[in-house]
Every structure is written in C-alpha cells, then in structure tokens.
Nanobody, 125 residues
Framework: QVQLVESGGGLVQAGGSLRLSCAAS????????MGWFRQAPGKEREFVTA????????YYSDSVKGRFTISRDSAKNTIYLQMNSLKPEDTAVYYC??????????????????WGQGTQVTVSS
C-alpha cells in the first residue's frame, strides 16, 4: 500500500488561500487515483476533489468548485490542493487518499485504499 503524508494546513482568514500537499511513497504513484476529503467536528467525512490515474481527469464537489484546484506532480509523487477564496465553512481536517479501484468512484470513501493522517485547516471569519 502507498503511504501518504499531508502538509500545508493552518489558520487563514476568510478570503485567503492555502495549498495542501500530499506526498506518497510506496508502489507506483501513477497507478493510483487520488482524492481529498475533509471532516469537520461532529460531521461525516465528505468528498472534496479527486484526480484520476490515467487521464488526470478531475472531479469537484459543488461546495468547492471554482475555488479549489487539485493537481498531480508524478515526478515528485505528490498531489496538491490549491484552496482559494476560503470560507469559515471550509474549516475541517483535510485527508489525502489513494485508490486502485478498477472502477473509480471519486466521491466514495470506500473506494480508497490508503489514507493520510490529515492536516487541519481553520478559516476565521
């Protein structure tokens, strides 16, 4: 299984930006579809965005579309989440995840095989 380590979280004011990174180690990174999820206190883990393994197609939840961008740097075995125009409701622990599912369903938690430890993002109003 691939190992994932997130970084880049922190405290930012509403309207600001942050970039999260997820470094992967282990088997071939390019064979994984990758996703970002988040979980706020007292809430279920929710899908944020994902990128497929072959075509690098991207998928976004409606709540972040137009504000967040996912990207992959295969040379560095890293994916990124650029978050702009942040809102207080974006406050959560953000998790990176990897999927080798033959049929990739980007928004399904159970579709992912490996998870990072999470990084806290706090947006103040």
């Amino acid at each position: 299984q691939v190992q994932l380590v997130e970084s880049g979280g922190g405290l930012v004011q509403a309207g600001g930006s942050l970039r999260l990174s997820c470094a992967a180690s282990g088997p071939t990174f390019s064979s994984y579809a990758m996703g970002w999820f988040r979980q706020a206190p007292g809430k279920e883990r929710e899908f944020v965005t994902a990128i497929s393994r072959s075509t690098n197609s991207t998928y976004y939840s409606d709540s972040v579309k137009g504000r967040f961008t996912i990207s992959r740097d295969s040379a560095k075995n890293t994916i990124y989440l650029q978050m702009n125009s942040l809102k207080p409701e974006d406050t959560a622990v953000y998790y990176c995840a990897a999927s080798r599912a033959r049929i990739f369903l980007p928004a399904m938690v159970r579709n992912y095989d490996s998870w990072g430890q999470g990084t806290q993002v706090t947006v103040s109003s």
